[in-house]
């Protein structure tokens, strides 16, 4: 198997390469993570790790005429910060869109993965799915989206699977998000900081499951359609604060500063991971947060 991984230094990356089969020929693409070598080398990944800023049309370019004809691309380059995407939308857009079309422009394979965020349902209100309208008007969305809508433009040089993810968490991801920040609070205080009133929906999949449904996808002759890709029940900002608590046996008060910057109200109930890949998550959010926490105590 040979596979080319875009934003191989992030957070779903880094957890991909740890996982994959140590037969797989892997092109792991990277910017601007200055310690991504060191962490190949101290868990000792056996993947070409290759620098190439894909907003850079003459890097890209330089990069195919080095390496081409893949079984698979995951695609997981993205700016993922979606307050950086509401106050540099020009950078958000190059990030996502102008990257990506550069990379389609030169990729030679026969699947592409891309991982995308539900964020695009932003705007909608209860549940949603893949034939759902959306319409989203914060920035990250809109470049989200409109990458999905060139995947299939390109589409007819490979096969495509589109994932909308709702929400991973644990090893490597931002010290920003709310599990990071959770886990490392409680350790030392019962209160916890929420931005807006709480009430934004979360779905929370732990990212060692995300990365099995990947590979189930990378398998599987299922190709050239959408799926949303999610764990059980969402939670409001204000029940995970609380269930989280209840993990690490305290009760926490919550406060609340400012305003949100985004508007999630919807919800996931799609079988497209089991009635399509036969896949399911296997942690709890329990399970998930303690193995997270495990990690965090020990890095």
């Known amino acids: 198997m040979k596979i080319i991984v875009t934003g191989a230094s992030g957070f779903i990356g880094k957890n991909f390469l740890l996982n994959a089969p140590k037969d797989w ?74 990257g990506l079309l550069n990379f389609l422009k030169f990729f030679k394979g026969k699947k592409f993965i891309y991982v995308n965020s539900a964020t695009i349902y932003e705007g909608n209100e209860g549940e949603v799915d893949v034939n759902t309208n959306v319409h989203p008007l914060i920035p990250y ?6 990458c999905e809508n060139y995947i299939k433009v390109y589409a007819k040089n490979f096969d495509y699977v589109i994932v909308r993810s709702f929400g991973v968490y644990g090893p490597y991801e931002s010290e920003r998000k709310i599990f990071t920040r959770m886990i490392k609070e409680f350790s030392r205080k019962k209160k916890f900081k929420v931005y807006g009133d709480g009430e934004n929906l979360i779905n929370c999949m732990y990212v060692k499951d ?14 050239n359609l959408t799926v949303d890709f999610y764990s059980g029940k969402s939670y409001s900002i204000n029940e995970l604060v609380k269930r989280v608590g209840e993990v690490f046996d305290i009760k926490v008060e919550v406060t609340y500063e400012g305003e949100s910057k985004e508007k999630n109200l919807f919800y996931c109930k799609s079988e497209d991971m089991w009635k399509i890949y ?22």
């Open 25 to 98: 020929e892997i092109i792991a693409v990277y910017n601007r993570n200055k310690r991504f070598i060191n962490f190949l080398k101290w868990n000792k990944v056996n993947v070409k790790p290759v620098k190439c800023d894909l907003r850079n049309f003459k890097e890209v370019e330089n990069l195919f005429s080095k390496y081409n004809n893949f079984d698979v691309c995951l695609y997981l380059a993205s700016n993922t910060s979606i307050p950086y995407s509401i106050d540099n939308p020009l950078d958000d857009l190059k990030t996502n869109t102008l």
């Open 141 to 146: 969305g809109i470049s989200k989206l409109g």
């Open 210 to 223: 995300f990365v099995n449904g990947i590979f189930k996808i990378i398998k599987s002759k299922k190709v």
């Open 278 to 299: 036969k896949f399911k998550p296997r942690y709890s959010l329990k399970k998930g947060i303690l193995k997270f926490a495990e990690f965090l105590k020990e890095n």
